[in-house]
């Protein structure tokens, strides 16, 4: 069963910091392209960071220098993180892990297409106040 499953989200105050994880089981494990959406409301789903097929990482020009995405795979479980520091007022979203089916391909140089990923997790909340 593919489960991904977020947690780390909370409120916190401008210019703060919070880590989000994302452990991956299943046949997801094995996914090189994995990544974090987020979606405020009344805007679209939208790429904050990832990992290409090359396995560099990948930032939406809103949060470079701020945010960091990285992973820690062990044999007993997978995870990958969002590490994010000097949060803004407009950077609350709900947040969501993503991961392509490792059967399909995915882009190098860019965060793949939202209608790329194959399994997302349930969403967590961050909620940064001014």
């Known amino acids: 069963q593919v489960q991904l499953v977020e947690s780390g989200g909370g409120s916190v105050q401008a210019g703060g910091s919070l880590r989000l994880s994302c452990e991956a089981s299943?046949?997801?494990?094995?996914?090189?392209?994995t990544a974090w959406f987020r979606q405020a409301p009344g805007k679209e789903r939208e790429g904050v960071a990832a990992f290409d097929l090359a396995g560099y990482t990948i930032y939406a020009d809103s949060v470079k220098g701020r945010f960091t995405i990285s992973r820690d795979h062990t044999k007993a479980k997978h995870v990958f993180n969002l590490q994010m520091n000097s949060l803004k007022p407009e950077d609350t979203a709900m947040y969501y892990c993503?991961?392509?089916?490792?059967?399909?391909?995915?882009?190098?140089?860019?965060?793949?297409?939202?209608?790329?990923?194959?399994?997302w997790g349930q969403g967590t909340q961050v909620t940064v106040s001014s």
């Open positions: 299943g046949y997801v494990e094995s996914s090189a392209c």
């Open positions: 993503a991961a392509v089916d490792p059967r399909r391909g995915c882009s190098v140089g860019v965060i793949t297409p939202i209608d790329g990923y194959t399994y």
